[in-house]
């Protein structure tokens, strides 16, 4: 009971924060004018989303379709999907990779970094990864108001990399299929949330960065 309860929560503020990005969003014409800026990309950066077998938030679905249309239109090379099995027993990379494979992004320029928890890791572990795999020119791809929260923190790891939020307004004009992916690829078992894993201070910390073992 409690854990269904977590997931409504944890739910119903997806569908809250999508709906607020539209004070953060740009308007289409002014998104792709700051894509082509610097584009090509060698790779982006995709930060996970928790998943449930029975719902696609619109989060997800949103950066999941922003990192399509990137690759789609030859504005990245590679993508990196980033996440950990954080609050549902599904690894979010991995859900990530499949879903943009279904839509058609070949498997050999999809990576996936499985070891973060929050935000701020997706990028710092995904960086290094990129980093790792000799990618050179990298952004983050994502909601618009997860990209405004990353740039502090990233300029702080100096983590050299681009900011390149989707557009609310482009995303409606994409025709949206039902994809079925095999989900139980993904799944953890005898999974345990990080909420039960962390006292609040501890996930408070890993919000800010102090649980990552930073490279010299």
């Given at each position: 009971?409690?854990?269904?309860?977590n997931?409504?929560?944890?739910?119903?503020?997806?569908?809250?924060?999508?709906?607020?990005?539209?004070?953060?969003?740009?308007?289409?014409?002014?998104?792709?004018?700051?894509?082509?800026?610097?584009?090509?990309?060698?790779?982006?950066?995709?930060?996970?989303?928790?998943?449930?077998?029975?719902?696609?938030?619109?989060?997800l679905?949103?950066?999941?379709?922003?990192?399509?249309?990137?690759?789609?239109n030859?504005?990245?090379?590679?993508?990196?999907?980033?996440?950990?099995?954080?609050?549902?027993?599904?690894?979010e990379?991995?859900?990530?990779?499949?879903?943009?494979?279904?839509?058609?992004?070949?498997?050999?320029?999809?990576?996936?970094?499985?070891?973060?928890?929050?935000?701020?890791?997706?990028?710092?572990?995904s960086?290094?990864?990129?980093?790792?795999?000799g990618?050179?020119?990298?952004?983050?791809?994502?909601?618009?108001?997860q990209?405004?929260?990353?740039?502090?923190?990233?300029?702080?790891?100096?983590?050299?990399?681009?900011?390149?939020?989707f557009?609310?307004?482009?995303l409606?004009?994409m025709?949206?299929v039902?994809?079925?992916?095999?989900?139980?690829?993904?799944?953890?078992?005898?999974?345990?949330?990080?909420?039960?894993?962390?006292?609040?201070?501890?996930?408070?910390?890993?919000?800010?960065?102090?649980?990552?073992?930073?490279?010299?």
């Amino acid at each position: 009971m409690k854990k269904n309860r977590n997931l409504i929560i944890m739910f119903s503020i997806s569908a809250l924060l999508f709906g607020s990005l539209k004070l953060f969003a740009k308007s289409p014409d002014k998104t792709i004018a700051n894509v082509e800026i610097n584009a090509p990309y060698d790779v982006i950066i995709v930060p996970g989303v928790p998943y449930n077998d029975d719902y696609w938030s619109r989060v997800l679905m949103g950066r999941i379709y922003w990192s399509y249309y990137l690759y789609n239109n030859g504005y990245t090379k590679n993508i990196i999907y980033s996440g950990s099995a954080v609050y549902t027993p599904y690894v979010e990379s991995k859900i990530m990779a499949m879903y943009g494979e279904r839509l058609g992004i070949p498997k050999q320029n999809i990576f996936i970094e499985t070891n973060a928890e929050h935000s701020v890791e997706n990028v710092y572990y995904s960086y290094n990864l990129a980093k790792e795999l000799g990618f050179k020119k990298v952004a983050l791809a994502t909601d618009p108001f997860q990209s405004r929260m990353m740039k502090g923190p990233s300029k702080r790891m100096d983590v050299q990399i681009d900011f390149i939020p989707f557009s609310i307004e482009l995303l409606d004009t994409m025709e949206i299929v039902e994809i079925e992916i095999p989900s139980e690829q993904a799944y953890v078992e005898n999974f345990i949330p990080l909420t039960e894993r962390e006292s609040f201070f501890k996930r408070l910390g890993g919000t800010f960065g102090r649980n990552i073992e930073f490279k010299e």
